[in-house]
């Protein structure tokens, strides 16, 4: 996505346009848009911008995404203002047709008119490209799109963010923000078998193309309940801090849409998330002091070059193991896909390096993954429930999908 | 979403953010196996005494340096894949090197070849496999000195090609199939290749304690190729 | 039939340490820059990642990084009656092929030249006069002096990261640096690296010979470094890959780990690698380069035009191009004329093995963990009562202790059988080497010329080096060894294996990969190749990078001058070129 990162850099002026306040609309769409971070899924790999056809994985199959540039036949040239906010409110098309939710219509019908409409400003600013939609097709009854009129009713709840009067203007700015544009529970909330949240499970990590995303609530151990705000700022800002790194599609999301935020709506994102209740649960991690000490001896071998021997990494170069909330969250399946695939940390303008993990799945086996991941879990004080085989099968399963859906 | 090459933008850039983050293929990777019954009768009971079964320990045959010999002049080394191969051949001084037109497959086939010849000629029709140990290590010795002239081939250069091939083989990973259950690494008291060793370094004069590992891990039976 | 390509403002021949530098500068000057790289691309993962480099077989016996004689080699001779003959596989040095070139590969030992260096030859008449320089000798002063310099040395290792410790801040001498090193303005990036058993061994026993040890100047940090263009680095964990390998933890200075990252993000930045630069082309006068023509990995060819085209390979094939381009004259020794060729040197090595009672866990090391000495460096010393001019560094380096090729035993050791079995067995971890790092003087009868006879796989007539050490430099490293010898003899060891370097230059074993002249920068067109700027006499819109600029070599490790020169180059072309291009100098 490292390209389109680029393009986008390269249609704004500087960084400065950022700061400066976003007088035209054009210029406020533009902002959101990279808030919403639209082009990351109306971009396909080598397209051109916004023109679409980027095959968007999902459980149900896969959904190609649409051309929204302002061309009159192929993009979206012809949609009116109100057929715009009819999309983004309720997820229905000018055409009258449901929208898959995989276009997260249920975050941004949060929005306000005024930022659906300053988007749209910014979209028809865009040189209009002649792309045809790619169709969609996926198995029946998904195929039938009257379908999502059923799935809208038990999951859709309709309607712009309502601020909560008893929480601060930051607060309030970081709930828009999280719940609308950022659309973070997209991936970080469980979701049950038909796709919906289980909304009572709010950002307590879920999954989205194929890899895990963790806790955003403020758990301790695999949240960011140890993280202060400007840890989240940084992170969000440059791809890293010293506790952690962003890898996989978050680090995507930070490349093309957080690193371009302003501070003060990073720390109202910060803020909002640290409000966000964890579990804070007991954690039982695995005891057996054979598999533990197979399971060191395989980090001492393989891991220590980088994350060093007790754990502690080099911050803001190699993250920590040590307290970290992807070894300890609930499900073990970030962890893994690093371990098996390798991971690219994050590139941005404040840290350009985006230094890269390789992948360790070709020389370690299903059982010297699971027992490695078993003992970061356990080891220098972190706490977290011991990993399966079936664990190990189960990302091996999905970094093949990942990969396909290349 | 996987990462995408941020230079595919670019048409003639090749797709830098994209190469994968899986190892790629080794060029010093096993061939099959090139030795002959006969040759491997040789190469046996050479390796034999070169690096011997002792009370320190298991030698290069015990090792599987005789397989991993034979695999290697199997695979690119032993077709010379990266050498200057061509003509005209000279005789030329010791400074300038190897000169044979002979790959290092052809020239161990033409040395065992010559050096059985040899050791029929001086021990009664017997080749080197069939002679005890004691007029083995003279063998070698001559060979090692010059002071056996082989048919074909320079006795000298044959010894340090073999001796050479023998040492890596005994101490290279085992992943090559040579230095079994890390024998050449336990004798001398190598760890194998470990990444961090920035707690032990100040430890002057103290013993580094954790057991050797190979590539792929502190099972020496797990091989590549 | 070549296919003409748009034109670009800058093709630069190769993608290593000089390529990847100059691209990095001209595009932030706002050019449009190529670079054509023989290799293909690599980077850290998946190349050299930490999963699978440390491999000694693959890497330091099968030279997996290193170019294949197959593609490329060249001839060698010791002496024009000799006839020469191809260099067939890898040995006394190791260029590099694919993105990041020999900066991959290396160790990381990176050095300053002496200000006295830099007046080679006028400086030995001052002190010692005429006959000091033998007849034959063609040493000469260089363009430029360590102070005109210095602020290049100083950003190349804020590129580095280098881990060190100056000793000498502005001309005031500081405790625990290198007394002898010209005045910096401020120290190095780094502190120095952590100590092996071996080196602080060998630093007390210098110190008791009364000589002053200081640890050696790394490209392998000591700590998380982000560098002058904001590239992160890691933190160097000694696993003792280092020379040879590619650097799994982003902690020794490549171009991959310290410009990639800012560069290829470039639009005005492209590579185009397994493309072969056949030649660089010129117009009808001769004078001006229009481009250069190359061929891709399906063989085809192209025409690249170019407004500069600037060569960044390595040292023999950067005159090795010159040669095949017709730029320049050709050396020819028997007349004592022509240019391109001339004054090639090397480095001369030798050293002395101790074995020590004690454990000393040489796999644990750094390709630039080390401590030296450098009283007998440059002209630190008096040479009137030896008679020979240079001098190099004594270090005892703990770069790894890898089983195959990194392993000493004593002299008296059986070669092969039980008893090569104890040998390694009793001296595997309790022996280190102590190194002499010799400098090597230009001569009329070391050249580089065009082979009539042998050819690569792309066609070309190989390079071919007619060179060997002379007597000048087997004195002064047959003194330095003596030297290294007394203080190890001070590291009172059970055993000591003196190991002078002994007859000709041998092409066969490795000593180091320095291989310096051919194209050299001078103040006289007749006797150089190249301007101060390293700008080619001839054709004014071609520069050269690389050690084949060095008019002799010197008593150190060439890259950190590489990378000086380098960015010196890249300022008179960025503030003087580009304003008003043509020659910078005029004769």
Redesign the interface.
């Known amino acids: 996505m490292?390209e389109i990162a680029?393009l986008i850099v390269?249609t704004l002026c500087t960084a400065s346009a950022w700061a400066e306040p976003m007088h035209s609309a054009i210029e406020r769409g533009r902002y959101l848009a990279a808030a919403g971070d639209c082009a990351a899924c109306h971009t396909a790999d080598g397209g051109k911008p916004y023109a679409g056809g980027r095959p968007v994985p999902t459980p149900f199959g896969v959904i190609y995404s649409t051309n929204i540039t302002p061309d009159k036949e192929t993009g979206i040239g012809r949609w009116t203002e109100e057929q715009f906010y009819q999309a983004m409110h309720e997820g229905i098309s000018a055409d009258g047709k449901h929208l898959y939710p995989a276009f997260p219509y249920p975050w941004y019908t949060k929005l306000s008119r005024d930022d659906v409409d300053a988007i749209k400003a910014f979209l028809d600013a865009l040189p209009p490209v002649r792309e045809e939609n790619k169709q969609t097709a996926l198995p029946w009854p998904f195929s039938v799109r009257e379908v999502m009129a059923g799935w809208n009713t038990l999951y859709f709840h309709k309607g712009e963010f309502k601020p909560d009067p008893g929480q601060s203007a930051e607060w309030n700015r970081g709930a828009y923000l999280v719940e609308g544009l950022g659309h973070c529970s997209a991936c970080h909330t469980p979701k049950n078998i038909a796709g919906g949240l289980k909304t009572g499970q709010k950002l307590e990590g879920g999954y989205g193309e194929n890899w895990y995303a963790t806790s955003l609530t403020n758990d301790v151990r695999d949240g960011l309940g140890d993280w202060t705000l400007d840890d989240i700022v940084q992170y969000l800002k440059t791809g890293a801090n010293a506790k952690a790194a962003a890898t996989g599609p978050m680090a995507e999301v930070i490349e093309n849409s957080t690193q371009h935020l302003n501070d003060a709506d990073l720390r109202a994102i910060a803020a909002y998330l640290r409000s966000v209740p964890g579990r804070n649960e007991a954690k039982s991690p695995e005891t057996d002091k054979q598999r533990l000490a197979r399971g060191e001896a395989l980090y001492i071998d393989?891991c220590?070059?980088?994350h060093?021997e007790d754990g502690s990494g080099?911050?803001?170069?190699?993250p920590p193991l040590k307290g970290n909330a992807v070894v300890q969250a609930r499900e073990p399946g970030a962890m893994l896909h690093m371990i098996i695939d390798?991971a690219?940390i994050a590139?941005t303008k404040?840290?350009?390096?985006?230094?890269?993990?390789?992948?360790?799945g070709?020389?370690l086996t299903d059982q010297d993954i699971a027992e490695l991941a078993t003992y970061l879990r356990a080891a220098w004080g972190n706490k977290a429930a011991p990993v399966a085989v079936s664990d190990v099968k189960k990302t091996r399963d999905r970094v093949a999908k990942a990969a396909r859906a290349q | 979403m996987e990462r995408r090459a941020?230079?595919k933008t670019?048409a003639?850039?090749?797709a830098?953010g994209a190469?994968?983050?899986?190892?790629?293929a080794?060029?010093?990777a096993p061939g099959p196996a090139f030795f002959t019954p006969q040759e491997s009768a040789f190469i046996d009971a050479a390796l034999a005494?070169?690096?011997?079964n002792?009370e320190?320990?298991p030698?290069a045959k015990e090792a599987g340096v005789a397989g991993f010999i034979s695999r290697q002049l199997g695979g690119?080394?032993g077709r010379?894949?990266?050498?200057?191969?061509?003509g005209?051949w000279?005789e030329?001084?010791?400074?300038?090197?190897?000169?044979l037109k002979l790959t290092p497959a052809e020239f161990y086939r033409s040395a065992i070849e010559d050096v059985d010849q040899h050791c029929r000629g001086a021990y009664g029709g017997k080749n080197f496999a069939e002679l005890d140990a004691a007029s083995q290590?003279k063998v070698?010795h001559g060979l090692?000195k010059g002071d056996i002239k082989l048919a074909r081939v320079s006795a000298k250069q044959f010894f340090d090609m073999l001796?050479h091939n023998?040492?890596?083989g005994f101490?290279?990973?085992p992943m090559?199939g040579g230095n079994r259950d890390f024998a050449?690494?336990k004798?001398?008291?190598?760890?194998g290749?470990?990444?961090?060793?920035?707690a032990?370094?100040?430890q002057?004069?103290?013993?580094?304690g954790l057991p050797p590992v190979g590539?792929m891990g502190r099972d020496p039976n797990r091989r590549i190729g | 039939m070549a296919t003409r390509l748009p034109a670009v403002d800058v093709a630069l021949v190769g993608f290593g340490l000089t390529g990847s530098m100059l691209a990095q500068e001209l595009t932030d000057a706002g050019l449009k820059v190529l670079a054509l790289e023989r290799g293909?691309?690599r980077?850290?993962?998946?190349?050299f990642?930490?999963?699978?480099i440390?491999?000694?077989?693959?890497y330091a016996?099968?030279?997996?990084l290193v170019e294949?004689?197959?593609r490329e080699?060249l001839t060698?001779?010791?002496s024009a009656d000799?006839?020469a003959?191809?260099?067939?596989?890898?040995?006394s040095f190791r260029p590099a092929v694919g993105a990041g070139g020999a900066a991959v590969h290396w160790n990381g030992q990176t050095w300053r030249f002496l200000p006295t260096d830099f007046r080679m030859r006028s400086h030995t008449l001052e002190r010692y006069g005429k006959k000091f320089v033998p007849e034959g000798m063609t040493i000469q002063d260089w363009p430029v002096t360590y102070e005109e310099l210095e602020a290049h040395y100083d950003k190349f290792e804020y590129l580095c990261g280098i881990s060190g410790k100056a000793g000498n801040l502005g001309g005031k001498i500081v405790d625990g640096g290198n007394p002898f090193e010209g005045a910096r303005k401020r120290d190095y990036p780094l502190p120095p690296l952590?100590?092996?058993?071996a080196t602080?061994l060998f630093d007390k026993a210098a110190k008791e010979v009364g000589l002053k040890p200081f640890p050696c100047p790394a490209a392998n940090t000591s700590k998380?470094y982000k560098n002058i263009y904001?590239?992160?680095?890691?933190?160097c964990?000694?696993?003792?890959?280092c020379e040879w390998f590619g650097c799994?933890?982003?902690s020794k200075a490549s171009p991959q780990s310290t410009i990639f990252?800012?560069l290829?993000?470039k639009?005005n930045f492209?590579?185009?690698?397994h493309c072969n630069v056949l030649r660089v082309k010129l117009d009808g006068s001769g004078k001006r380069a229009t481009g250069v023509t190359y061929v891709d990995e399906m063989g085809r060819e192209f025409e690249q035009p170019a407004e500069l085209v600037i060569l960044c390979a390595y040292t023999t094939h950067n005159i090795h191009l010159l040669l095949l381009s017709g730029i320049g004259k050709p050396y020819q020794p028997g007349k004592g004329e022509g240019v391109i060729g001339r004054n090639y040197a090397y480095q001369i090595t030798s050293s002395v093995d101790v074995f020590t009672d004690?454990?000393l866990?040489p796999?644990?090391g750094a390709g630039s963990l080390g401590q030296a000495v450098d009283e007998f460096n440059g002209d630190n010393f008096d040479h009137g009562p030896h008679g020979f001019i240079g001098g190099g560094y004594i270090a005892l380096w703990t770069t790894g202790?890898r089983?195959?090729l990194q392993?000493y035993l004593p002299q008296d050791a059986p070669?092969?059988?039980?008893g090569?079995?104890?040998a390694?067995?009793e001296n595997?971890?309790k022996a280190c080497s102590i190194a002499t790092h010799g400098s090597v003087m230009s001569y009329r009868d070391a050249w580089a010329d065009l082979d009539p006879?042998?050819?690569s796989s792309y066609g070309d007539p190989l390079l071919r080096l007619t060179f060997d050490f002379h007597d000048n430099e087997h004195r002064m490293s047959n003194f330095l060894t003596d030297k290294a010898a007394e203080i190890g003899s001070a590291m009172k060891p059970r055993a000591m294996h003196v190991k002078q370097r002994k007859g000709?230059?041998?092409?066969?074993p490795y000593q180091t990969t320095h291989n310096t002249g051919g194209a050299i920068m001078g103040s006289d067109p007749k006797t150089s190749a190249l301007n101060r700027y390293l700008q080619s006499w001839d054709v004014p819109n071609v520069f050269v990078m690389g050690a084949c600029a060095f008019p002799q070599n010197h008593g150190y490790n060439p890259t950190g001058t590489v990378g000086a020169l380098t960015y010196w180059a890249a300022d008179a072309i960025v503030n003087q070129y580009l304003k008003r291009p043509g020659p910078l100098v005029h004769a």
């Open positions: 490292r680029l390269a393989q220590s070059g980088c060093m080099q911050p803001q170069v190699f390798g690219r590139a404040s840290n350009p390096t985006g230094l890269a993990m390789p992948a360790f070709w020389k | 941020f230079l670019i003639l850039v090749p830098v190469a994968p983050l899986r190892p790629i080794n060029p010093a005494r070169l690096i011997p002792d320190l320990g030698g690119p080394y010379a894949q990266t050498w200057y191969m061509q005209p000279r030329g001084t010791k400074e300038q090197g190897y000169q290590d070698l090692e001796w023998t040492r890596e101490l290279a990973d090559y050449g690494w004798l001398i008291g190598f760890p290749p470990r990444y961090n060793y920035v032990e370094i100040e002057y004069g103290k013993p580094y590539l | 293909g691309f980077d850290t993962v998946p190349d990642a930490i999963d699978h440390q491999d000694e077989y693959r016996v099968r030279d997996d294949e004689p197959e080699t060698f001779r010791n000799q006839v003959l191809p260099m067939r596989h890898i040995g952590k100590r092996s058993y602080v998380p904001g590239v992160q680095m890691g933190q964990t000694f696993c003792g890959y799994g933890n982003y990252p800012v290829l993000k639009t492209e590579l185009r690698s004690e454990i866990n796999f644990m202790g089983p195959i392993h070669r092969w059988g039980s090569w079995k104890k390694m067995k595997y971890l006879t042998y050819r000709h230059y041998s092409i066969v």
